[in-house]
Structure formats: C-alpha cells, structure tokens
C-alpha cells in the first residue's frame, strides 16, 4: 500500500533534529492471521518463529541476519507482498525487514488526536482504526523528517554514504520518495548490505545505485542498476535517504 494516508500534515521538507522526550511507537500486537502466506492483518507484525530476527552481536552478524531474513521473507513470492487491482505494499515489505531488524519503522501511526494528546504527556493506547492508522509511503517520507531522529534514524545524502554504512556496520537502509500528487504512490524500499553475489551498481568505485530488496509493481529480493535512480522519477517532489544503527 503506497497511498498517502493518515499522517497527511503538511510538514516542513527539512530535518527535526530534536529528538522528543513525549513521542512513542504506535504499536499493534502481533496476529496470527498476519503471514506470509496471507493478504490479511497486514498492520500487525507476524508472529512467525522461523523468520530470523536480526543479531546484533556485531556487523558480521548484522549482515549474516539480513541475508537470513531476505531469503525468508522472499518478497517475490510471498503472498503477502503481492501487488493487487488497488494496492502495491512496498511499506508493509519495509516495516517488516526493519521489525525483524530491531528497527522502529511505522506500519500505522498516531492520528491527529491522538498524537496531539501524546505530545501533552498523555498515555494512549495504540487502537486500530481509533487511535492509529495505516501510514503510507508519502506519508513515511515526511514522518522521518519530523520524527525520524527520536526513534534513532539518521538522514544520510548520497547513496554511496548509505551503501557504505550499510555494508560497514550492518544497519538498516531505507530510501522513501514522496509522490508530487497527493493520494498517489510514493515508495520505500530497504538498502541492504551487498553479498558475493548481488552488489550495488558502481561508477569510479562510487555507488550510483545501491543494492536493494522490495515489494511494488515489480518484486525484488535484490535488485541495483535494473530501476537505476527510481528516488529521482518525475513522479515524485522529494526522497530522503536514512539510516539507523
């Protein structure tokens, strides 16, 4: 699901470095009935004990895990990830890779009420359809401008700066682009480390396209040069690159 949704306030296209004491996840439990073989319950996390969390003993491990979990959740086949008549679901892939990661990366997110009570000091429950909603593409890109850096998320600016922390220390990558017309698609999709055998696209030893794994029209478990600077499409008025740790 690409579509721009709850999260609609219009935000400044420049970074919120402040990170506040006030903002929470918006967290749903998770469902039995959200898989990888099934369409359904796609805001919860899944509770499936054999896909791999991320291990964090150290950067080998870090990027051991995502080959591990890219494999297992295999984008390309997954019933979950498939597109539909109405919908592609590029950000439920994203939530998904970063929550395996350890990673806080929204799949719902606070309404307007809600967060306004939240950032008074109030304690809310994260209710589905009541106090939290889905949270598209468009909508992520401005999220990590506004929130980004109080859920530990660094912005980064050129994508062999990404590639390379990626790749260095094993964190999480993603790059979000907003779509020009409200309502429509924008995308997300996760930068992973390179392995022997899928790398990044280079030019001059430089990192031109990174390596990366993704559900939209087309679903890629890995995937570099083949969509070149999709970020850069006419289709979109911004993208931000970001990194966490």
């Avoid at 289709?235 to 970001?242: N, R």
Wanted: aromatic share 14%; glycine share 4%.
């Amino acid at each position: 699901m690409e579509k721009y949704a709850v999260s609609e306030t219009i935000l400044p296209l420049v970074d919120n470095p402040i990170v506040n004491r006030f903002i929470k996840k918006a967290d749903l439990l998770p469902d039995p009935e959200s898989c990888l073989n099934s369409m359904d319950k796609k805001e919860r996390p899944m509770q499936d004990l054999s896909i791999p969390f991320r291990d964090v003993t150290n950067a080998t491990t870090k990027k051991e895990s995502f080959a591990r979990l890219i494999e297992k959740l295999d984008v390309e086949n997954s019933i979950r990830y498939q597109k539909t008549i109405e919908d592609t679901y590029c950000n439920v892939y994203s939530y998904d890779y970063c929550y395996f990661s350890k990673v806080y990366l929204p799949t719902v997110w606070w309404t307007a009420e809600s967060l306004e009570k939240i950032l008074e000091g109030q304690e809310i429950e994260a209710v589905f359809e009541e106090t939290v909603d889905r949270i598209y593409s468009s909508a992520i890109h401005d999220w990590f401008l506004q929130w980004g850096a109080s859920f530990g998320w660094k912005r980064m600016f050129t994508t062999d700066e990404i590639q390379n922390h990626v790749n260095t220390n094993g964190g999480v990558g993603i790059i979000c682009a907003k779509r020009k017309i409200k309502g429509l698609s924008g995308h997300i999709v996760p930068v992973v480390p390179e392995t022997d055998f899928h790398k990044a696209y280079r030019e001059n030893g430089v990192v031109v396209y990174p390596l990366q794994s993704q559900a939209g029209k087309l679903n890629y478990n890995y995937f570099s040069e083949v969509r070149k600077d999709w970020w850069n499409d006419e289709l979109y008025s911004s993208y931000v690159f970001y990194y966490h740790e």
